[in-house]
């Protein structure tokens, strides 16, 4: 027989041998814990209220915010422009292009750092990028952006300039009091596209 | 756990070595099956020499037996492999520009480069077109980029678009290929050219 007999031999069973087997959907943990614990020290997750409050005022398109909590409580009070996406159906398929994507920053809260800081490990594991937590949660939120507290007159600048902030940053996000929701359901984003894995050079004859 | 790179388990540095070798392990294979004659290619174009296609054919079903059974050793994560992204209206002009440049010219890019580093002239040529090409499309892209980047598709596979499991399409396209190479030995036998 010739040679190319024999590799047509070997290639067919090979491949019966692949149609016949279930595909292989498991997707192992890419990060160790190692290098999850590395993250977690450098602190690097966390959008300071500050941060978000700025963003918010001068409506950064860059900045989603995920609110993990329940629908109930989402709809009770979110930020403004806030999705709901709520921890237990995190992996649902529908969330999958809100969460993996490159185009912006996800911002989770929650009440605490609880159940945001859950949901940042989890996509983070899963390898999505550009996942983010509130620092505090809405706790340290309404406390810092909503009820800001003036610093003593002998602090540094800064804390004045920062106390400023906030006190004009609450305002404009209607603060003082917990404000209630002005839309019961997230806004439509702009349907994003699957996120386009590193480009690499192609290849070609 | 593949890829090495999204793993971080191999640097960019390393990448580039790595590349580097394979890319001249793929010039060697193309110069000792007798790419780098432009006649060889234009071959498979009249039917007298299929060894193209059949190289070509060769390493696609290799290589998609060897990544799905990778896969299923879980040695590599399918997900993560970079799958280049169809922009319809690119691909179906630039396919037939490109078609246009293989049957003129007589080689395809890499196979260009192939010829020229054994000192064919003819490539040499080839490759002051293709400088030339790309200076034209760089030139022009301000009015090409509507249609460069038109009717994006993202990055879909055959088995998603069949809805068929990437195995039963492997089996598929195992069998096309064996089809096709006993098609290229039929029309080499069909249409015979004695020295070329």
Known sequence: MKPRIYLALLIIPLGLILAAVPANTTHPYKLSPQDLLEYVNSGMQYFTPDEVAQMIVSKDPSLVLIDVRSEDEYEKFHLPGAINIPLSSLLEDQWKDYLHQDLRYNVFYSNGTVNSNEAWMLTRQLGYENNYVLQGGLNYWVETIMNPTAPPSTSPDEEIAKYDFRKGASQALGGGAVMESSSQTAPDLPKIAPRPTKKKVDGGC | ?196
């Not at chain 2, 010829?115 to 490539?123: E, L, P, Q, R, W």
């Open chain 2, 1 to 196: 756990m593949g890829p090495l790179i999204n793993n971080n388990l191999i640097s960019q540095n390393t990448n580039f070595f790595l590349a580097f070798l394979v890319g001249i392990g793929f010039g060697f294979v193309l110069e000792v099956s007798g790419f780098s004659s432009s006649r060889k290619l234009a071959g498979v174009f009249y039917g007298y020499d299929t060894v193209v296609l059949k190289v070509f054919f060769t390493a696609a079903i290799v290589a998609m037996v060897g990544l799905l059974f990778m896969s299923l050793f879980n040695w590599i994560d399918l997900d993560l492999v970079y799958i280049n992204p169809t922009y319809l209206w690119s691909t179906i002009i630039g396919g037939a520009i490109m078609g246009a440049g293989f049957i003129t010219g007589g080689f395809c890019p890499g196979t260009g480069f192939c010829a020229a580093s054994i000192g064919k002239i003819d490539a040499i040529f080839f490759i002051g077109g293709l400088f030339l090409g790309i200076l034209i499309f760089a030139e022009a892209y301000p009015m090409l980029e509507p249609l460069y980047k038109g009717s994006f598709k993202g990055s879909p596979t055959l088995p998603q678009a069949l809805g068929l499991k990437d195995g039963v399409v492997v089996l598929g396209i195992i069998f096309v290929a064996l089809g096709m190479f006993w098609a290229g030995e039929w029309a080499e036998r069909k249409f015979p050219r004695e020295e070329y």
